[in-house]
């Protein structure tokens, strides 16, 4: 008895996930998700759309139609063997200080090419309200699973909707710097939380704003 198009799909994530050598929190954690989500697509209870193949198949360092095609349906396309896919940057926004990214509007005045030094671009699919935030200090380096060291490049979209697990650049009321923190909501309660476990975690009680949900990250290592 054949499988159906959801478990078939599922399983191959699964085969790719186990291949790379990461687990199912650690993917979710990568893509801003909760726990339970990739393991929901891997047993056929979600299908897995096009963005989210999309997603999935970056932090795999793979191709999205890897995950979504088995290679006899991609032999059956034509020319699907000779079609080289590769990232085109479409857009590109400011880096900016800690303190612009704190006082960050929802009118979001643009920034100027002549006021901003430094532009970068990005693959994903975005908001047009965006921007990088360099990371300062070692809150968000961890030990094991997903870890953002001192000088990462995080980009923050303004407009996508942050939820339980998401990473988020926030602003607390008594300071004028955004931090770079990841969302964790409880029974209810909101809390700001650092991936390195030698920082407290802070609970949100109305002194904090979200400004954005980080959706891509970049390291320059030379």
């Given at each position: ?20 050598g ?40 793979i ?10 349906e ?18 590109s ?17 643009p920034?100027?090419?002549?006021e ?97 949900v ?9």
């Open positions: 008895m054949s499988m159906d198009k959801k478990t078939e799909v599922g399983l191959r994530l699964k085969q790719l996930r186990i291949k790379q990461i687990s199912q929190k650690d993917l979710a954690e990568l893509c801003g998700w909760g726990p339970s989500r990739i393991s929901n697509y891997e047993s056929g209870l979600r299908s897995i759309n096009l963005d989210d193949a999309d997603m999935l198949a970056k932090h795999l360092s191709k999205p139609y890897q995950i979504l095609f088995d290679d006899d991609l032999t059956s396309f034509a020319n699907v063997t000779t079609i080289d896919i590769q990232p085109n940057y479409q857009k926004f400011p880096v900016l200080s800690s303190i612009q990214a704190g006082a960050w509007t929802e009118a979001c005045e920034y100027l090419k002549d901003i030094s430094e532009w970068y671009g990005t693959t994903e699919r975005t908001s047009p309200n965006c921007f990088w935030l360099r990371v300062h200090g070692d809150s968000m380096t961890s030990s094991s699973g997903i870890s953002f060291p001192e000088e990462t490049l995080v980009l923050v979209d303004a407009e996508r909707e942050a939820q339980n697990g998401s990473l988020v650049v926030a602003k607390l009321t008594d300071v004028n710097e955004a931090t770079f923190k990841k969302l964790v909501i409880d029974a209810g309660q909101r809390f700001l939380k650092p991936l390195n476990p030698q920082y407290p975690t802070l609970p949100i009680n109305g002194n904090c704003k979200i400004i954005g980080v959706i891509d990250a970049k390291l320059k290592l030379f």
